[in-house]
């Protein structure tokens, strides 16, 4: 991850759809536009998905990081204010 | 104010949408509205804005709860007969979402109390079954400045608009005046289909929630109409009216004021 500087980290790996993406979506109205939101999230539904809606909301996805332990490390930049 | 995780479950349907959100959840934590009558329409706006989170709702009602209210005004059950109205629709809210505070007015809202009643709330729902109430919450809610959600409904059809000030005409630009007692039936005499409550008292809802998220179009400048028997939705443009006795540019109402009501003769 040393390649962005990560503004805030959140882990949904205890969360099932659609609270990952709900959780996800809190952290970034909390960072301001141009900020790094790293996140992690399990393996399947979540990758599957999250990354999808987050795009859809104009955020742009930096990185997606397999931990190779079931889960991932999404890293999001937060478009918009 | 942080979510805790129960309100992101709760709310997350909302949370997702984009034109909600966060920010769009909190606004309705804040909001403030009045629903005026727990009735057919009261009754469906009342429950889906607490399962929304509206934070502060309030409900006017004089009246208790009757068996043949029941097969359309959704909030109250059997068990409720008998029981003032307002505190039936509000443990049916608080099951629903305990965490909307719901204040009760039992009373009936007349020229002396209705200013005071609407002036802690941010968007009024009109949910009453009679004219003189109608224009009532017309006038005070234009003298206020106040927006609100006008509708009726008897038989199977149901009409509604919205009022938000400076943004078109309000109900008495379109109607002038109550029509003659003798003229019209009262629901008690026309009969209505239930669902026709659900159907118009909800469209009040999503009008009070779109206002208070400040998305989309509000049915300002415009009366829906709509007739179950034909399936027919009609959205009538109304056209600016300069001479309206209350919103007009030289208004002869300035206070809000009672007509007679009229007792039901069945």
């Known amino acids: 991850m040393d390649e962005f500087a990560i503004d805030e980290s959140i882990d949904i790996t205890d969360v099932v759809c659609p609270v990952t993406f709900v959780k996800a979506k809190v952290a970034l109205e909390e960072l301001d536009n141009g900020q790094v939101l790293s996140i992690r999230l399990s393996d399947g539904e979540p990758v599957q998905n999250v990354p999808r809606s ?17 889960t991932y490390n999404l890293i999001v930049q937060k478009i918009g204010e | 104010m942080a979510f805790s995780n129960e309100q992101l479950e ?6 997702i949408l984009q034109e ?22 009261g009754a469906p706006a009342a429950l889906y804005l607490a399962a929304a989170g ?11 709860v009757d068996l043949s209210n029941l097969q359309r005004q959704v909030i109250h059950s059997t068990p409720d007969v ?25 009373e009936f809202v007349n020229a002396s109390n209705i200013t005071d009643l609407i002036a802690g709330y941010d968007f009024v729902i009109d949910g009453t079954d009679n004219f003189p109430a109608k224009f009532l919450i017309n006038d005070a809610c234009v003298l206020s400045k106040k927006p609100f959600s006008h509708a009726g409904i008897i038989r199977f059809k149901g009409q509604l608009m919205t009022y938000v000030p400076g943004q078109g005409p309000c109900y008495r630009c ?3 005046e109550p029509p003659p007692p003798e003229a019209v039936p009262t629901c008690r005499q026309a009969g209505v289909i239930g669902a026709i409550g659900g159907i118009i008292g909800s469209l009040q809802a999503m ?17 829906l109409t709509y007739d179950a028997l034909k399936m027919d939705f009609r959205k009538i443009k109304l056209p600016d009216v300069k001479n309206c006795a209350v919103c007009g540019e030289n208004p002869s109402i300035l206070q809000p004021f009672d007509y007679e009501q009229v007792a039901c003769k069945l």
């Open chain 1, 54 to 70: 987050i795009k859809e909301e104009g955020h742009r996805i930096l990185k997606l990081a397999d931990n190779e332990d079931g």
């Open chain 2, 10 to 15: 709760r709310y997350s349907r909302h949370i």
């Open chain 2, 20 to 41: 909600v959100g966060v920010k769009g959840q909190k606004k309705l934590m804040d909001a403030k509205v009045l629903i005026i009558g727990a009735g057919g329409l």
């Open chain 2, 54 to 64: 509206v934070g502060t709702i309030g409900i006017a009602d004089a009246d208790e």
């Open chain 2, 82 to 106: 008998g029981k003032a109205k307002v505190l039936s629709a509000k443990e049916s809210m608080n099951a629903i979402n305990p965490e909307v505070t719901v204040n009760v007015y039992r």
């Open chain 2, 174 to 176: 379109v109607f002038r």
């Open chain 2, 207 to 223: 009008e009070t929630v779109k206002y208070i998220i400040g998305k989309g179009d509000l049915l300002t400048g415009y009366l």
